[in-house]
C-alpha cells in the first residue's frame, strides 16, 4: 500500500480535527479510485474495500468478459478470463485484484493529493456542522491575535472573530486572556467556516442570565426581551409562570449576588430588571422606573404613548443622555414621549382655549371634545366630518362647518403670527405669563384650566393611574415597581 499504517492515520486524524472517520474512509476510497483510472483508464470500474479491524485496503478491477474487446480498459476475452476464473462464461464481471503500488509514483502522489483537499473540505465541514448549533449560545476562547482592530480567539477547533462594533467600549485583552462572547453567526464560506461573536448584542445579556439564574434556566422565569447601551446601561424584561416566584428577585439573588456576576462580565454596565406586564401602559410605567409615572396617553394606531410624570421626575425618566427613555421604547417596542406635569397643564390649558375658540363651543363641549382626541383646532382640522359628528352629536352637515371654521381660524393664527413684530410677539408672550399667573391665583371655579388638569393632582395624592381614550386604572404603586 502506498500509505502506510492507514488506520492509524485515519484515527488520529479523526481524533484531532474532529472529523468522522467515515468520512476520512471515503475519501481514501475516492483517492484510490481516482489514482487507478489515471493508471488504468477513465472507463475502469475500480471498487475499494477498506478493513476497519486490521486497516487492510483491497482494490479491485472489474472487468466483463467479452468475444471480443472493444475497450481494454473495462473489458478481457474469454481466453484471458480462464486466467482469473476457469468457470467464467461470456457476460460475466470478474473482479481482479491489483496492488496499489503498480499505480506508480504519479498517481500516488495524485491520490495524496486528494486525500488532503478531502480531508481540508471534511474539516471545515466538520466546524461549521460544530458550530452552527452553538449560534445564540454563549462560548468560551482564549485571544490568540488582532487584526485591524477585530480579535481573533481561539475557540479549539476553530478561529472566530470579535469585530470591533462587537466590542464593548473601554474593554482592553491581550493575548492570552479568556474571553466570553455571544455567537452571533456561523458563516460557510469557501476558505471555511466563519464565526462572529459578540459581547454587545442584547442577547448576550440575555444568555448571561439563563447561565446565572437556575428560574430561568428551568423555564420558572421568562426573560421577555432585552435592550442595551453596551458598557453603559441595560434593561431587561422577565416575567415568572409561577405566582410564588418573583422574577425580578430571583435575577437579582441573594444580596444581589446574581446580577452583580453579569455586572462584572459587563464592566459595570448597569442593569435594569423589570418587571414585564400584558399591561402595555403598566409595563411601560415599569420599565421607566424609578420615575413615577402620573398618567399614560396611549394611540395605539401610532403605538406611541405619552407619558405624564411629576416633575421632580422628568430629568429620571428621561436619564442621561436620554438613555432610560430610550430603552425603554426599545424594550417596549412602543414609541415613548415623557412630558412633566407642568408642561402638560400648560398643553392642555391651550388646546381648551383653542378649540373654545369655535362658535358653539363651550367648556362642557371642550372637554368632550378632548377626551375624545381632539386637543386643538388642528386635530379638528384633520378629522373628518363623520367623526367629528359623531363625537358632538350633530349633523355631517354642521360638523363640515366647524371644520372649515377650524380651518379658518388657523389661517387666521397663522396671518397675525407673520404679521406681528418683533415687539409685539414680546408683548404677546409677556402677556400670555401675566395671564397664567392670573389663573394660577385664581379660585377653581374661575380657572378653566384647572378642570381639566385637576386629575392629575388628584393622582398625587389617590391610588390610582389612568390610561386616558379607553385604557384601565392600575395602582400607582403597582405601575412604578
Same mark, same amino acid.
Given at each position: ?23 476520512? !474512509?471515503?475519501?481514501? %476510497? ?106 445564540? %449560545?454563549? !462560548?468560551?476562547? !482564549?485571544?490568540? *491575535? ?40 456561523? =458563516? ?8 462572529? =461573536? ?6 448576550? =445579556? ?88 402620573? *398618567? ?86 384633520? $378629522? ?17 362647518? $366647524? ?17 406681528? $413684530? ?42 390610582? =393611574? ?13 405601575? $412604578?415597581?
Amino acid at each position: 500500500m502506498f500509505i502506510t499504517d492507514i488506520k492509524r492515520v485515519i484515527d488520529q486524524v479523526s481524533r484531532e480535527k474532529g472529523i468522522d472517520s467515515e468520512i476520512l !474512509i471515503n475519501t481514501l %476510497k475516492e483517492a484510490i479510485v481516482s489514482a487507478a483510472r489515471k493508471k488504468i483508464g477513465p472507463r475502469a470500474d475500480i471498487e475499494v474495500h477498506y478493513d476497519g479491524k486490521s486497516g487492510d485496503v483491497e482494490v479491485f478491477h472489474f472487468k466483463e468478459v467479452v468475444a471480443e474487446v472493444e475497450f481494454p480498459d473495462s473489458e478481457l476475452t474469454l481466453e484471458q478470463g480462464y486466467e482469473y476464473d476457469p468457470e467464467c462464461e461470456i457476460g460475466d464481471s470478474l473482479g481482479i485484484r491489483i496492488d496499489t503500488e503498480e499505480f506508480g509514483r504519479i498517481a500516488a502522489q495524485s491520490a495524496k493529493q486528494v486525500i488532503i483537499q478531502k480531508m481540508r473540505e471534511a474539516e471545515r465541514n466538520a466546524v461549521y456542522e460544530n458550530f452552527i448549533h452553538k449560534k445564540g %449560545k454563549i !462560548i468560551n476562547g !482564549i485571544v490568540q *491575535r488582532f487584526d485591524r482592530g477585530s480579535i481573533i480567539i481561539n475557540l479549539g477547533q476553530a478561529e472566530a472573530v470579535l469585530r470591533p462594533r462587537e466590542q464593548m467600549p473601554k474593554e482592553n485583552y491581550k493575548r492570552g486572556d479568556r474571553i466570553r462572547a455571544y455567537v452571533l453567526d456561523v =458563516l460557510e464560506e469557501s476558505k471555511g467556516a466563519q464565526i462572529i =461573536l459578540s459581547r454587545t448584542h442584547p442577547e448576550f =445579556l440575555m444568555e448571561l442570565f439563563k447561565t446565572e439564574v437556575p428560574e430561568v434556566a428551568e423555564g420558572i422565569v421568562i426573560l421577555q426581551g432585552a435592550a442595551r447601551v453596551p458598557g453603559v446601561r441595560a434593561k431587561i424584561a422577565v416575567s415568572s409562570t409561577d405566582s410564588d416566584v418573583d422574577p425580578v428577585g430571583a435575577c437579582v439573588g441573594m444580596k444581589g449576588n446574581r446580577v452583580q456576576n453579569i455586572v462584572q462580565e459587563l464592566r459595570g454596565e448597569k442593569i435594569d430588571i423589570v418587571q414585564w406586564s400584558p399591561d402595555v401602559a403598566r409595563f411601560v410605567c415599569n420599565a421607566l422606573s424609578p420615575a413615577e409615572i402620573s *398618567r399614560v396617553i396611549i394611540d395605539e394606531d401610532n403605538q406611541s404613548m405619552e407619558v405624564i410624570v411629576n416633575d421632580e421626575y422628568l430629568s429620571i425618566a428621561i436619564g442621561k443622555g436620554g438613555q432610560n427613555v430610550s430603552l425603554a421604547c426599545e424594550i417596549t417596542g412602543w414609541h415613548l414621549e415623557v412630558t412633566s406635569e407642568e408642561d402638560y397643564s400648560r398643553e392642555v390649558k391651550q388646546g381648551y382655549d383653542s378649540l373654545m375658540r369655535l362658535d358653539d363651543v363651550g367648556l362642557p363641549m371642550a372637554e368632550i371634545l378632548f377626551k375624545a382626541g381632539y386637543a386643538s383646532l388642528l386635530d379638528i382640522s384633520e $378629522t373628518s366630518a363623520e367623526e367629528l359628528a359623531s363625537v358632538m352629536g350633530i349633523s355631517e352637515e354642521a360638523a363640515q362647518d $366647524t371644520i372649515a371654521q377650524a380651518d379658518r381660524r388657523l389661517m387666521e393664527e397663522e396671518q397675525a403670527a407673520s404679521e406681528a $413684530t418683533p415687539d409685539q410677539k414680546d408683548f404677546a408672550k409677556d402677556e400670555a405669563a401675566f395671564q397664567e399667573a392670573v389663573q394660577e391665583d385664581a379660585a377653581p371655579d374661575e380657572a378653566l384650566s384647572e378642570e381639566p388638569v385637576q386629575e392629575a393632582e388628584n393622582q398625587k395624592s389617590g391610588d390610582g =393611574l389612568r390610561k386616558q381614550n379607553g385604557a384601565d386604572e392600575m395602582d400607582d404603586e403597582d405601575a $412604578t415597581s
